[in-house]
């Protein structure tokens, strides 16, 4: 039975078939499946029998429907009877579901694949040359040749659509053509390689630059091969460079190791031998008004506002948290929130007044997941953490105090410029390079997190380290 679709791609027109041949009980071994328009044919036998197609339809995975779209579109002249065949089976096997070696599910998940990777070269071997084909020289038309493996010109079309918009070009190939006039795609029949456009002023502009980007310390022929096979390279303009720049990579390689080493720049910056003078005591306010504009780190964006530090100039102590909380960044100010009650209550039993001191944080702008309407506080990276880290030492420099003390892990690390161990390490005095001595403690938020039944023993001794500023 003589069973002709429309065209290579006919997927609606199969799948109409197939029902009906379903329907029919028609074997897959009895059906020849043919493409195009009609030709006599000595030896296809009888045509299907005009019969109205079966209402309802036929249930399969849709993992298999899936499939079908991705094998149409191969060049194997069996793929029709090969998805009747798998059709026909999974309607009268119903364990070809659960069997994931079938050599025909297999055969056909491999066309599936290689018509996927031949959609995939043609989006990266594409190259548009422009061509004049009117008056209006402001508006070239730019053609490109391309010689896929599979019937995938129709189903690639609206991806070049989408990418090149606003721009009219055309793809030429040996099976199908597309034309996109910036309104509507045009499809007609095959082309011949006579017809694809000669090389234009901008290929030379584009070999230059991959001739540029070429590092042969890198090269990987075989590798290289296998992503961009060599039967693409006659209609790539860069593959003609391919050959001399692999012919001289190693002497340039060793070219390049014979180059004195480079100097890397230090990550991290280093602490100023001095504290800076303070030229301006205004200029808390021109830090504070760039620090409103940074966005050196993701976190800047999502946050409400920046949240500097406060207090007066030259205090006997500079405190540092580890970021503002969620009532820091809604009002601007540090350590209002929860955790700044805590500290505060720490003062008043100290018997420190809070205006006497300096309080700011490690970094400036309120980190947070959402969970629901929630903002969850996220603990900054060290990333983060340096991006905000000239921000702590221009402050510093500014504010000028007699000592520091770091309120957890963030803030000690951003101070001492190593990691720090606070459990082993609080209520001990470090000394930084620029003669600042910095004590370092918990910070007030780690007690609220601590069990109900700990919380005042824990706050007893975050009042023992923080009386160690006072009374050494």
Known sequence: ???RLAHDTDLAGFRREARALLARRVRPEDVFWSTGPCHDDLFAGEPAPEEPVPEGGVTVPTGFLELCHDVVLHSEPQRFALLYRLLWRLVHEPSLRHDPLD???LHARDMAKAVRRDIHKMHAFVRFRQVQDGDDALDPLHVAWFEPEHHIVEANAPWFRRRFANMRWAILTPRRCVEWDRRQLHFRGGASRDEAPPPDAGEALWLTYYQSIFNPARLKLKMMQKEMPRRYWRNLPEAQLIAPLAATAQERSALMIEQPATVSTRRIPRFPEKPLPIVDPGGLVALNGRLERCRECPIGAAATQAVPGEGPLQPAVMFVGEQPGEQEDLRGRPFVGPAGQLFDRALQQLGVARETVYVTN??????FELRGKRRIHKTPTQ??????????DEEIALVQPKKLVALGATAARALLGRPVAVLTER???FERPDGLRVLVTLHPSALLRMEESRQEQGFEGFVRDLGRVWAG
């Open 1 to 3: 039975m003589l069973v």
């Open 103 to 105: 050599p025909d599910m």
């Open 362 to 367: 490690a970094v400036r702008h309120f980190k």
């Open 383 to 392: 990333q983060e953490a340096l991006a905000c880290r000239h921000w702590l």
């Open 427 to 429: 209520g001990e005095w």
